[in-house]
């Protein structure tokens, strides 16, 4: 079975960072997108970014470009989100999905099958 754990979530000041983590077990398609969206109390679930699982350029999403960083950590089988000068509009809780083709900058979370279970960001 398809298995995504988030980690790294927390509580942090505005202009601070934090490194998200998803590790994703029973599934090892390269032709993949593995992608991280964000849902804050209230709002709908938004795509934050996305990348290739096997090879190929990230998305991002306008509003985070230039501080959020996305990328593969193939030994750990994990995806990392480098989020850095944060802000409170980006309190919300964090997950990790997948996505069975690759149109990675299709950021409609409806396209995206497999979730995990989130991992909170508050900032204050």
């Known amino acids: 079975d398809v298995q995504l754990v988030e980690s790294g979530g927390g509580s942090v000041q505005a202009g601070g960072s934090l490194r998200l983590s998803c590790t994703a077990t029973g599934f090892d398609h390269k032709d993949n997108c593995i992608g991280w969206f964000r849902q804050a109390p209230g709002k709908e679930r938004e795509g934050v970014a996305s990348?290739?699982?096997?090879?190929?350029?990230?998305y991002y999403v306008d509003s985070v470009k230039g501080r959020f960083t996305i990328s593969r950590d193939r030994a750990e089988n994990m995806i990392l989100l480098q989020a850095n000068s944060l802000n409170a509009e980006a309190t919300a809780m964090y997950y990790c999905?997948?996505?069975?083709?690759?149109?990675?900058?299709?950021?409609?979370?409806?396209?995206?099958?497999?979730w995990g279970q989130g991992t909170q960001v508050t900032v204050s």
């Open positions: 999905a997948i996505r069975t083709d690759l149109h990675c900058g299709n950021f409609t979370a409806t396209r995206f099958g497999f």
């Open positions: 990348i290739p699982i096997g090879r190929g350029a990230p």
